[in-house]
């Protein structure tokens, strides 16, 4: 089972584990650098527009439309040996639409965990970004929290999977990215 936690609270967790650390010859200072499984966006999934409901497609109905630009990624081995932490944060642009009756857009996206060959999903967790727009702007830029992926086992493989990052679509979404391509 892979985890999907907010690091916060996985901090607070683990403070107890961290009070003996330290000091010479602590156990943290003698591992390697954890290594870490590719993370990579979603292609088909890294842009999301939303239209008013009920109509059509097309500019005058856009309410929104987002684009994931990019991400940060660090890896750390889990506590007691359990596997490999991977903390991903994902990077947004939102434009704002001609239909837009509000300033602040809730836009739903999932890190999933595949194999290697990414045929076969292990896990996957959701998240939501809230992108509030000032005033009259029209575009605006936004960092999602940090989501912690645990990948449990040994580190060698859970480093052979990949962490995959993109929107949360409706089928009708995933087939306007499909046939507009990728950008």
Do not use: H, W
């Not at 003996?20 to 999301?48: F, H, K, W, Y």
């Not at 001609?98 to 045929?119: H, K, N, Q, R």
């Not at 970004?129 to 005033?135: A, H, K, Y």
């Amino acid at each position: 089972m892979i985890r999907f936690a907010r690091p916060a609270a996985f901090a607070l967790l683990a403070l107890p584990l961290l009070a003996g650390c330290g000091g010479r010859g602590s156990v943290l200072t003698q591992r390697p650098q954890a290594p870490c499984p590719r993370v990579a966006l979603l292609a088909e999934a890294v842009d999301l527009t939303r239209y008013r409901q009920g109509a059509r497609p097309d500019l005058p109905a856009m309410e929104v439309d987002a684009r994931m630009t990019g991400f940060g990624a660090r890896c750390d081995y889990a506590p007691r040996d359990a596997g490999l932490d991977v903390t991903v944060q994902v990077e947004f642009t939102a434009e704002r639409g001609p239909a837009a009756t509000g300033t602040t857009f809730d836009l739903p996206y999932v890190v999933g965990v595949t194999d290697e060959s990414e045929e076969r999903v292990l896990n996957s967790g959701t998240d939501t970004l809230r992108v509030s727009f000032n005033g009259s702007e029209r575009r605006t830029l936004a960092r999602g929290e940090e989501m912690l992926v645990r990948i449990p086992g040994d580190v060698r493989r859970a480093a052979e999977k990949v962490v995959l990052i993109g929107f949360q679509l409706t089928p009708e979404q995933l087939a306007a990215n499909r046939r507009r391509g990728v950008r």
